[in-house]
């Protein structure tokens, strides 16, 4: 017998401020099966918004840039992991940097897994497929009660 992790109904929030790349990483995820919303946001304020306004949709999963203007990925992880209601949210960076200082800053900050975006579009996808997998269709992870905590 087999343990099913639970349908996460919310969206994935992919936290990215270049279209071109957003639009490869919702085809890669459709390529990969994914049959949920993805919502699109440019900036992590605009994400910390979309997090914090009640009503909002309890995201299944958090994909993050860690370069984009204004409040970069790294300040925005840092405030989500801070944060008692949003902490359990997976949140996955995907990133093009490879540097070692800013895998180990991440991780520091709390970030549940480091990805190095890939620039061809097969190796995205191949990206894509395994942390659809694990994320969503393996790990069990807290889910959000009634008071809007994991």
Same mark, same amino acid.
């Given at each position: 017998m087999s343990l099913k992790?639970?349908?996460r109904q919310g969206p994935i929030l992919v936290v990215e401020d270049s279209i071109d790349d957003f639009e490869a990483t919702q085809?890669?995820?459709?390529?990969?099966g994914l049959d949920k919303k993805i919502e699109h946001l440019t900036s992590g304020e605009a994400a910390l918004a979309?997090?914090?306004t009640p009503g909002s949709p309890w995201p299944s999963l958090i994909l993050l840039d860690l370069n984009m203007p204004g409040m970069g990925g790294r300040k925005t992880l840092e405030f989500i992991k801070k944060d008692e209601t949003l902490k359990d949210i997976p949140v996955v960076v995907l990133t093009t940097s490879n540097y070692n200082?800013?895998?180990r800053m991440c991780y =520091?900050? $709390?970030a549940n897994s480091y990805v190095q975006k890939p620039v061809d579009f097969d190796a995205l996808s191949a990206s894509i497929r395994?942390?659809?997998e694990y994320w969503l269709d393996t790990a069990l992870l807290p889910e959000k009660d =009634?008071? $809007?905590k994991a």
């Open positions: 992790p639970p349908v085809r890669a995820f459709r390529k990969a979309y997090l914090r200082a800013d895998v =520091a900050l $709390g395994c942390i659809k =009634a008071a $809007g």
